[in-house]
């Protein structure tokens, strides 16, 4: 059964590149990106787990982690570490998941036979600190990710989660946000929204964003 946003995420213990890892007790009380890599020593996921380790800094900022996946041993993935070091002029600071058995992999839907009946497809997931699913996507095996995408998306889970606002299309942190509609009393809104708000009509309400 496929995982659906809001749904918790599969708790598992596995090894991983940092050794053994329980993915809960690991995630604590932090945000998380779970990603999946069809293999190791494979380019585009060469240059992916470069661009996360380039983002540590992000990451940080925002109480997310990193975890990716591959069904590739650990063996495997020390090699392939010291690669993406070399080759991304980086350092991996997160850990990989060594999906060899494919129990994680089964838990999270992450092997389509359309696709391979081995391989993982490129599959991300975006998780919230009560562990609960909150963004899933899957991309082709030819087609990298777009991780200032994913920044993009957390600013906008993390901000709509602690106020009564939406963000419209194609939102960067800092721009106008959108106010529920739901949000109809005048005292509430003046409580909620004291910079004011632009009513382009009256379900369509810009405010400028919240202070995080």
């Not at 570490?81 to 058995?101: G, H, R």
């Not at 009564?164 to 939102?171: E, F, G, H, L, Q």
Request: hydrophobic share 40%.
């Amino acid at each position: 059964m496929s995982l659906r946003l809001g749904d918790i995420a599969p708790d598992f213990t596995q090894d991983s590149s940092i050794g053994p890892l329980s993915f809960h007790q690991w995630l604590g009380d932090s945000w998380a990106i779970l990603f999946s890599h069809p293999a190791d020593y494979t380019p585009v996921c060469t240059t992916e787990l470069g661009a996360t380790a380039k983002l540590a800094g992000e990451f940080k900022k925002r109480n997310v982690k990193a975890i990716a996946l591959s069904v590739d041993p650990v063996e495997s993935h020390h090699g392939w570490i010291k690669d993406i070091n070399e080759t991304q002029s980086t350092e991996v600071n997160f850990p990989i998941i060594a999906d060899a058995d494919r129990k994680v992999s089964e838990l999270y839907d992450l092997i389509h036979p359309n696709a391979s009946a081995t391989a993982t497809v490129r599959s991300v997931f975006v998780i919230d600190p009560s562990k609960k699913i909150r963004l899933t996507l899957t991309y082709p095996a030819s087609t990298g990710r777009n991780f200032n995408e994913l920044l993009r998306v957390i600013d906008s889970l993390q901000l709509t989660e602690y106020h009564s606002v939406a963000t419209p299309a194609n939102w960067e942190d800092g721009q106008d946000v959108v106010i529920l509609p739901s949000i109809t009393d005048p005292v509430v809104l003046k409580t909620k929204f004291p910079k004011g708000f632009k009513a382009v009509k009256p379900y369509l309400r810009l405010t400028p964003q919240p202070n995080k």
